[in-house]
């Protein structure tokens, strides 16, 4: 079955301490995106990967890093979480020009 | 920069009802992607359609219709004789369709669909 899985699903920590939230897709897409979910404000892109080794910056990429040395997996890393970091969010794949497949979502909170 | 704005934050129907969800986008290209989302309570994002910038014709499918028009740089979505299965939130996003970037989705702010039995 097609799909992008994500882990863990649901995170509580604590501020400063570090995290990461995997991603992987099995339809060998070149495309990875992280976005974040927030209460008015839609889903904003925070990185995306064109391919193994290529990543650029989104729309809100500060306090995250992201790295992409396999194709199919694509980590979100918080080296030092802050409350503000507190989120739902969300991976994505997709190949060039289709629709983006999401995975089930991480909810995350920072205290 | 890319937008997209769905000015309708809440909608309110009765079952059976015919609803339209607002999309308006800005974009400098000349060459794009509009899609919808469907997030229902349960939180998944679910597909529902993709129209690139050369296709302004509508598309229906089942209960579900979009209405593309360059003019006006809009995207709207339509749901007739709407379900209590049809509450969500819907999100419109564009991509731009360069290979440097095609993977860029900007997301409007989402539109909560409540519909009442």
């Known amino acids: 079955e097609a799909q992008v899985t994500q882990n863990p699903r649901y995170l509580i920590t604590v501020t400063g301490k570090k995290l990461t939230v995997t991603c992987s897709q099995n339809?060998?897409?070149?495309?990875m995106s992280w976005y974040r979910q927030d209460p008015g404000l839609g889903l904003r892109q925070i990185y995306y990967?064109?391919?193994?080794?290529?990543?650029d910056k989104g729309d809100v990429p500060e306090g995250y890093k992201v790295s992409r040395k396999e194709k199919r997996n694509f980590p979100l890393i918080l080296e030092s979480p802050s409350p503000n970091q507190t989120s739902l969010y969300f991976c994505a794949s997709s190949s060039l020009r289709s629709e983006q497949y999401f995975g089930p979502g991480t909810r995350l909170t920072v205290t | 920069a890319q937008k997209v704005t769905q000015a309708q934050t809440e909608i309110s129907v009765v079952e059976k009802e015919d609803v339209t969800l607002d999309c308006v986008y800005e974009t400098r290209d000349t060459t794009y992607y509009l899609f919808w989302y469907k997030q229902p309570p349960s939180g998944e994002l679910v597909f529902l359609i993709r129209r690139n910038s050369f296709d302004e014709q509508n598309e229906i499918s089942g209960r579900y219709s979009w209405n593309f028009q360059k003019s006006t740089s809009s995207f709207n979505f339509t749901i007739t004789a709407s379900q209590v299965v049809d509450s969500a939130v819907y999100f419109c996003a564009l991509s731009e369709a360069e290979e440097t970037s095609g993977s860029r989705l900007t997301f409007g702010e989402g539109t909560q669909l409540t519909v009442n039995p």
């Open positions: 339809m060998n897409h070149e495309y």
């Open positions: 990967s064109m391919n193994v080794e290529v990543t």
